[in-house]
């Protein structure tokens, strides 16, 4: 099963912590919000990518089931 | 005996109105008041009691139809009306009078002046989805077409017409309070701010039931192919995109005001009915949410979506506002860029903080202290805020940026070596709404 990244953008406060923790797939904007890579993730980086969901500290940053 | 040849009475689908077909009954300076309800019903039949199953012809009439949502997303709305049908639970229809758009005057038009055909067709789309109830959604500053639906629902039940329940409900008069999951949001108690999708509302919107969102204009088009039916519908217009549209008309013209036109015109007709004042130097189609299409252009479009399409732009709601040539396009671009950045949510960062930069870099371009640097930034801005949006109001915004650097490409360069044109000096010609503190609710 692979899974892509997601952002609630309504709930992002632009804290920038899913930018440190997953930089492959996050990227910031000139404003601090995150740019995110929404293809499929397997392995490491997948698991690179639960820690900064769950880091995430106004929980906007969502793991979703790639189709 | 010898048959009289009387040939036989035309069927009922040839019978509707040419054209115009939704200003019929809008008649030309005409008394402002609303068409009563009896002169209504000469041509329409009252939609169907109330029930509790979807009306599978009606879907397949509006299928058939290939009709389009005219609120801007030009969606089909056969398919809306198919999804919702099949919901887990009876669904609410609600209809989308918010106009939020300050180019556009249509939705207002028609419920103000044939609040019936409105209510007509919101009824019959209800009729169609099963639905429970009907809310009809109009901008609080409008107060012309809430007492005239008011009315119009009043005197229905004054003459005894059994219908589902319809509410009034006045939204803030917000520009993102017409987009649907802010609409929904608002009706549900909240503020008349966009949320997340999904669920979109035709899955879960009004009370968690599927909803359908149908803009005012789209709901009296279904009710005239209800009445005249699809074969009718498809007379005017092109294949893809069949029957009349409502443009308004405004900025350097004579004729301004609601028009209706056949999709599919070359936009050189619709200028000719405008009757611009004098040269045209460009075109803002789809309103201050909509693109700038150069004059050039404007002189060899035809005005539908396939065709718009090719140069980047789209009908949108249908506003047409003509600049004329000694006007500042930049300028107009950089007024109107600071009102929409205003009217964020304020809930994306992208967008409210994206939308600021690009209306303070634009500006910085319309009064002349810019540089190849700032252009270079606000393409970066479009790029970075395009999309980032819960819903798609900053990527309108950044549709009219991207536009206005294109049609104006000798302006920018202009303003960057020689400061500001003439133009950006006289008055300018789109008028913007004021700021007023609304509240969300």
């Keep these: 099963m692979s899974y ?64 | 005996m010898i048959a009289t040849s009387t040939p036989p009475p035309p069927p009922p689908e040839l019978a509707g109105p040419t054209l115009p077909r939704l200003l ?5 300076g005409q008394s402002q008041q609303a068409v009563p309800l009896a002169q209504h019903r000469r041509t329409y039949p009252p939609p169907p009691a109330p029930r509790r199953k979807p ?10 139809a290939g009709l389009r949502g005219r609120g801007g997303a030009s969606f089909p709305t056969g398919r809306k009306l198919r999804t919702v049908s099949q919901g887990h639970t009876r669904p609410v229809v609600c209809v989308n009078g918010s106009e939020g758009e300050p180019a556009s005057r249509k939705d207002g038009l028609l419920m103000t002046r044939t609040p019936h055909l409105v209510l007509d067709g919101a009824l019959l789309a209800a009729a169609a989805v099963g639905a429970i109830e009907v809310i009809v959604c109009i901008e609080r500053a409008n107060h012309q077409a809430i007492s005239a639906v008011e009315r119009a629902i009043h005197e229905r039940v004054q003459s005894g017409e059994q219908m589902l329940p319809v509410y009034v409900m006045d939204l803030p008069a917000k520009y993102v309070a017409g987009e649907e999951t802010a609409l929904v949001h608002f009706v549900n108690g909240g503020e008349a701010k966009p949320t997340m999708t999904p669920p979109r509302p035709f899955e879960k919107g009004v009370g968690g039931r599927p909803t359908l969102i149908d803009n005012v204009e789209t709901l009296c088009h279904l009710a005239q192919i209800i009445r005249w039916g699809p074969a009718w519908f498809r007379g005017q217009g092109t294949a893809d995109e069949p029957g009349t549209v409502l443009l308004t008309l405004s900025g350097a013209v004579k004729n301004k005001g609601v028009c209706e036109m ?4 070359s936009m050189d007709t619709v200028l000719s009915w405008a009757k611009p004042t004098g040269e045209v130097g460009a075109v803002l189609l789809g309103g201050y949410y909509g693109t700038w299409v150069s004059a050039a252009d404007s002189r060899r479009v035809t005005m539908d979506n396939a065709a ?9 709601c249908g506003a047409l506002v003509v600049l004329p040539s000694d006007a500042c396009g930049l300028r107009e671009t950089a007024r109107v860029l600071k009102w929409l950045a205003g009217e964020t949510a304020g809930q994306c960062g992208p967008c409210v903080h994206g939308l600021a930069a690009i209306a303070g870099g634009m500006n910085e371009l319309a009064v002349g202290r810019a540089t190849n640097h700032t252009v270079e930034m606000l393409n970066r801005w479009a790029g970075q805020v395009d999309k980032r949006g819960a819903c798609s109001f900053p990527d309108g ?13 000798a302006d920018v360069h202009h303003h960057i070596a020689h400061g500001p ?14 700021a007023k503190a609304e509240p969300w609710r």
């Excluded at chain 1, 492959?24 to 740019?35: N, S």
């Design chain 1, 4 to 67: 892509k990244l997601s952002v609630d953008m309504i709930a992002c406060d632009g804290r920038g912590v899913c930018a440190e923790l997953l930089p492959e797939r996050v990227e910031l904007d000139d404003w601090g919000y995150p740019i995110i890579d929404a293809s499929p993730m397997v392995g490491v980086v997948l698991e690179h990518a639960r820690r900064a969901v769950a880091a995430c500290p106004v929980l906007a940053l969502r793991l979703e089931a790639a189709k």
């Design chain 2, 55 to 64: 009306i599978e012809s009606y879907i397949a009439a509006i299928e058939t």
């Design chain 2, 421 to 434: 044109c003439w133009g950006a000096r006289r008055s300018p010609v789109l008028a913007i709404p004021t």
């Design chain 2, 262 to 265: 056949p999709i599919g015109r």
């Design chain 2, 397 to 409: 915004a950044v549709r009219l940026l991207r536009s206005a650097l294109q049609v104006f490409g």
């Design chain 2, 24 to 28: 019929t009954s809008v008649g030309k």
């Design chain 2, 308 to 316: 718009l399409r090719s140069i980047g732009s789209s009908l949108g």
